[in-house]
């Protein structure tokens, strides 16, 4: 079994974007720059954007949040939205989800300029990539198909099982792996919590990819010998050895299914150190108007 050191890959492309960023700063252009829209005092959501706000100082970005409170009404929103898609100093920009109940969230994404949606979460965005045209790619399943591209993993012809559909995990690395493309060119399965014969179904997996939310869910007697196992699922357990009291673990059994599978990702230090990249990725398109000129 090899475990995929998603850390690793991650510091390596983050050394990659922070030497484009200092060749662009290098040419007397602008440092790409990324803004942040965070909604309320959600602890999650604040720590999400301090690290987005850390990724980009590492790679030489700008970054600049606009923190609304909590009983903003969605106008405000969504003029501040209008604001950055006309603010020729920005980038890309995101808003950090999830939004109170008040606030239509789809709404918001779809005010979005899709040349400044570094998310990836607008229509636009999302059907580019159906139709494989170049478009921001949304952060999970960008890290994904990264960290399959940079081990090397075969992925033509393979079956793939993607367990969850959600849009922003589920549902695009579906997609993603299903189009002509390397990595790419599997037959790819979607589950969820309708699907029936679910063991069945994952036994059939080359790639098995868990995205369900539910802590351990993923057992061995669930994987192929051989098959490669990418964990997605993040959950925050009670742990006497870490200092802080508490841990991560993912939506597999680590220590049963690791020794079916020839590659594992590990919760933490897998797919979650790739999603930060992928915002990265896509702000330095925006930034060299590589999708949208
Ligand atoms: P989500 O929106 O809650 O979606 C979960 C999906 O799993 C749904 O499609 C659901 O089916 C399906 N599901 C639930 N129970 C099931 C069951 N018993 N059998 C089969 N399918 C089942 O979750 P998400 O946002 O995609 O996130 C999934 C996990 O990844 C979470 O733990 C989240 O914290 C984590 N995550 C990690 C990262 C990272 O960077 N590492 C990024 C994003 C998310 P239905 O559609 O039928 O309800």
């Known amino acids: 079994m090899k475990l995929i050191d998603g850390n690793a890959i991650a510091e390596q492309i983050r050394k990659e974007i922070a030497a484009e960023a200092a060749s662009i700063i290098d040419k ?59 603010d020729h100093e920005v980038d890309g920009f995101i808003v950090q989800l999830p939004l109170p109940a008040h606030i239509r969230v789809n709404k918001v994404i779809e005010n979005i300029s899709p040349a400044k949606d570094v998310d990836g979460f607008h229509p636009v965005n999302l059907g580019r990539m159906m139709i494989n045209i170049p478009s921001y790619l949304p952060a999970t399943p960008y890290g994904i198909v990264e960290l399959i591209r940079r081990y090397g993993i075969e992925t033509e012809g393979q079956h793939c099982v993607v367990i969850g559909r959600s849009n922003i995990v589920g549902t695009p690395v579906s997609v993603l792996l299903s189009r002509n493309t390397n990595p790419g060119n599997c037959t790819v399965t979607l589950c969820h919590s309708r699907t029936q014969h679910l063991k069945e179904i994952c036994l059939q997996a080359d790639i098995l990819i868990a995205a369900i939310g539910k802590k351990w869910f993923v057992t061995a007697d669930m994987v192929k010998q051989d098959a490669v196992v990418i964990d997605v699922g993040m959950h925050r357990i009670e742990s006497a050895e870490s200092k802080s009291g508490f841990r991560l673990t993912g939506d597999v059994k680590f220590d049963e299914v690791s020794k079916k599978c020839s590659y594992i990702t590990p919760v933490p230090g897998g797919v979650g150190p790739m999603t930060r990249i992928g915002l990265l990725t896509n702000t330095l398109k925006a930034a060299k108007k590589e999708i949208y000129t």
Request: charged fraction near 25%; charge should be negative; glycine fraction near 6%.
């Open 28 to 86: 007397g252009l602008p440092a790409p720059h990324l803004a942040a829209i965070l909604v309320g005092n959600d602890p999650a959501s604040m720590t999400y954007v301090a690290n987005k706000e850390k990724d980009c100082k590492a790679c030489g970005f700008i970054s600049s949040i606009y923190r609304l409170d909590e009983k903003t009404t969605e106008k405000s929103i969504l003029e501040l939205v209008d604001f950055l898609n006309n």
